[in-house]
């Protein structure tokens, strides 16, 4: 599906999705604990994504079968949770994975699983690899700047093991929010885990619990509300609601660099990797010379961000190139207009439909469907703003 946006003031209250991120959590460790059901009746049917949808139906799979096929869809997070944890309660499984996912790596988790008791074989096509093996615990060494799905997939895992397990990260921790999440997450399901200087000790043989007190609802998303951050700060009248409650998204640093923009001069995304379609948005049309770096993670996401960032306003009429690790942006007060390819990457779609209020004739986004992966609703959203936003047929 393509859309063309007509620019037009967006002017209105929206309320975000729930937090992917969180979802996934929450679904795991609940179904670990026997109250998956609790936590779905309380994902809003706006927040339950693709992804979302694509870890339901894992664990469901996971449930019904002691050698079960695991079709993680298109999300990261599903694959790089649940093959450690499959692994470590079957000795049998196979993982499918659909769209660039299947070309995403798994290094250095897979080496580490392998020199842990599984032997995994590389598939084709759909089937990302078949498993055979049961993980056991023991010590663990995962760099700190490649993923910390990675970390994640393990702290859920290795409280399954009898021996339990020591993480050593090897270098900085990049993306260290998102594991701290998954610490809140586990420690809320009754689960010890104790962080040391550079990794974790988590001890094995223990249970999940899900009590009366046990937080089953997921935060508002921070990194859905980014988009609308960034609108309202290029001068869109728009407010967010279930984005404002404390929380330990990285993301939600946002809301700061849209009220400061002199803090835009040199960003980091080395924790916020999320918000690097946004804030490239916010920066293209922020005048001045700005740079977004630590970045290079981004290259093996749905899309190579960074090329399809810098490509998609680019052909609005920006001017921002690539980098090695990042971008380089020289912000103007407006862009032209024109064709974007949203390359099959939701947040690459959401950001040109963002920019698109700055821009002086229509835009374009082709293949906008894939907002849908974290956002079923975003262009509902949009619409309800006041956003001229219509599918078209494009030969």
């Given at each position: ?13 929206v ?17 670990l ?7 779905e009746a ?9 992804d ?46 659909h ?5 995403r ?6 080496e ?8 995994l ?32 997939g ?8 009898a021996?339990?397990?020591?993480i ?28 040391e ?11 999940y ?11 508002g ?17 728009v407010s967010?609601?279930?984005a404002?409650?404390?929380s ?15 803090a835009?001069?040199?960003v ?48 609005l009429?920006?001017?921002v190139?690539?980098t090695?690790d990042?971008l380089f942006i ?12 949203g390359?099959?990457d ?12 700055r821009c002086?004739?229509p ?27 219509d ?5």
């Open positions: 599906m393509d859309i063309r946006i007509t620019p037009a003031p967006l002017h209105g209250s309320t975000v999705p729930q937090s992917k991120s969180h979802c996934h959590r929450l679904l795991l460790a609940s179904h604990a026997g109250s998956q059901k609790a936590v309380n994902i809003r049917a706006a927040s339950c994504s693709e979302i949808r694509a870890t339901k139906q894992a664990l469901d799979a996971l449930a019904a079968s002691d050698a079960p096929v695991i079709d993680c869809g298109e999300s990261g997070s599903t694959l790089r949770f649940l093959l450690p944890v499959v692994m470590t309660l079957r000795s049998e499984a196979r993982f499918l994975g769209g660039r996912l299947p070309q790596p798994l290094s250095p988790l897979w580490q699983m392998e020199a842990h008791g599984c032997t074989q590389h598939g084709s096509g759909a089937l990302i690899c078949t498993g055979h093996g049961s993980m056991q615990g023991g010590d663990f060494y995962l760099p700190g700047n490649v993923s910390s799905q990675y970390v994640t393990l702290l859920y895992a290795l409280p399954l093991t021996e339990g397990g020591t050593h990260i090897t270098s900085p921790l990049e993306s260290r929010s998102y594991v701290e999440m998954s610490l809140q997450v586990l420690h809320n399901f009754g689960i010890t885990i104790t962080e200087e550079a990794g974790y000790r988590i001890p094995g043989g223990q249970r619990i899900a009590s009366a007190d046990t937080v089953l609802t997921p935060e998303d921070w990194s859905a509300a980014a988009f609308w951050y960034v609108a309202r700060a290029l001068g869109e009248d967010c609601l279930d404002g409650t404390p330990v998204q990285g993301d939600r640093v946002i809301r700061d660099l849209c009220r400061h923009p002199e835009l001069h040199t980091s995304a080395a924790d916020i990797p999320d918000l690097v379609p946004a804030l490239a948005v916010l920066m293209a049309l922020t005048p001045g010379e700005h740079r977004i770096t630590n970045a290079a993670r981004l290259r093996i996401k749905e899309s190579d961000r960074l090329a399809t960032t810098a490509a998609g306003l680019t052909a009429g920006g001017d190139k690539e090695k990042g020289r912000g103007k007060r407006w862009l032209s207009g024109g064709a974007a390819d390359a099959g939701h947040r690459i779609v959401m950001a040109m439909a963002i920019a698109a209020c002086r004739a835009v374009i986004i082709r293949g906008a469907q894939a907002a849908a992966k974290s956002y079923p609703d975003f262009f509902d959203a949009y619409r309800m703003l006041g956003g001229k936003a599918a078209v047929h494009l030969r």
